[in-house]
């Protein structure tokens, strides 16, 4: 049986990616062959495109490899010391790399299985992995946001963002959200108040509408944009640092001084955590190192959302689902940071 997957032959833009066919190996001992269904796209994936992603808990493989961070598809054949009913199960799983295949093969301990009687679209399943876990424990796990407080989320539209607007929706938190000028109305619908940062300054946005500024400020750029969310913040406010997209420039890397800005602010906010009297906190945080610290809260966590999206009290915004040969295209519109919500890649297509 042959399978077809994507594989990024160097990097510098998607003319590094080429899209192959080769025979499928045997799962190895312990893992599952999965029939993808529907695999996710992120930023992630264009900055491993690039050669700029960076992972302490993920090593990237040598050129030529899959990239592709998040699956939901259905397990079609195990591995030695497998049990065999696992067969037709539908599983979702974060891959890390490998995502862009028609089959994978995947340890079964990596697999959140999906309950039999869950009816779930397997774009809406396949934006839990990435996107509402990040978003999820952030909220829930780092910042332990409550009822009632008030957050900003900076990257309102995106994947990540919008799982934030969503999930604080149903935690019942006032939200505010930076986006560009088309986007506004996309927030709007979550309940958030809409900032449009190419129009005015979200600083002077938020102060004019609450003067004592946010609890929780969610900031994926790093730079500037860290630290003057870190001023909005009130005491005993948090600040949860969870991306560098700063040092992308129109879905290419950045110079060396846009890099040295997205850093330098990322450093300036963590150093004040080493301040005493300071009650005012700074966390990182990266969805590979939570799950390779807690793995037993990602699979909790993992297993909640479904529940959740099973019961329709959150409802995952999916842009578009392009076929595997359009993931070239579905790369260049993230690039261009105008997605609302999750980019799908849908095998069936």
């Not at 029939?35 to 030529?64: D, R, W």
């Not at 602010?265 to 009297?277: F, V």
């Not at 990602?298 to 297993?303: A, P």
């Amino acid at each position: 049986m042959k399978n077809k997957r994507v594989v990024i032959q160097h990097y510098g833009g998607v003319g590094g990616l080429h899209i192959i066919e080769e025979e499928i190996p045997l799962p190895k001992k312990g893992e599952v062959r999965v029939k993808v269904i529907t695999a996710g796209v992120s930023y992630n994936e264009v900055m491993q495109q690039e050669g700029v992603f960076k992972n302490p808990a993920l090593p990237i493989p040598k050129l030529p490899y899959t990239p592709g961070y998040d699956i939901y598809g259905i397990i079609e054949q195990t591995g030695l010391s497998v049990d065999e009913k696992y067969i037709g199960k539908r599983v979702i799983a974060l891959t890390g790399t490998g995502g862009y295949a028609k089959y994978i093969n995947l340890p079964l301990e990596e697999m959140t299985i999906i309950p039999e009687d869950f009816d779930l679209d397997p774009a809406q399943a396949v934006a839990l992995v990435l996107n509402y876990v990040t978003a999820y424990q952030m909220l829930k796990r780092v910042a332990r946001a409550k009822k009632g407080e008030r957050i900003l989320v900076h990257g309102g539209g995106g994947g990540v963002g919008s799982a934030l607007l969503d999930l604080g929706r149903f935690a019942g938190l006032e939200m505010y959200a930076t986006a560009s000028t088309h986007k506004q109305s996309f927030i709007k619908g979550y309940g958030a108040f809409p900032i449009d940062y190419m129009k005015e300054d979200f600083v002077e946005t938020i102060k004019g509408h609450s003067s004592n500024g946010v609890d929780i400020v969610f900031d994926c750029f790093g730079g500037s944009v860290s630290t003057r969310s870190y001023s909005l913040l009130k005491e005993k406010g948090r600040l949860v640092l969870f991306g560098d997209l700063g040092k992308m420039a129109n879905g290419r890397p950045g110079n060396f001084f846009q890099n040295v800005r997205t850093i330098s602010g990322i450093s300036y906010c963590l150093l004040k955590n080493l301040i005493p009297w300071n009650n005012r906190t700074v966390s990182f945080y990266g969805i590979d190192v939570y799950k390779k610290k807690n793995p037993v809260w990602f699979k909790e966590d993992l297993n909640e959302l479904v529940q959740l999206l099973s019961s329709k009290e959150i409802q995952p915004s999916i842009a578009e689902k392009v076929s595997l040969e359009g993931i070239y295209y579905a790369h260049e519109r993230l690039s261009k940071r105008d997605v609302l919500g999750k980019l799908i890649v849908d095998m069936t297509k």
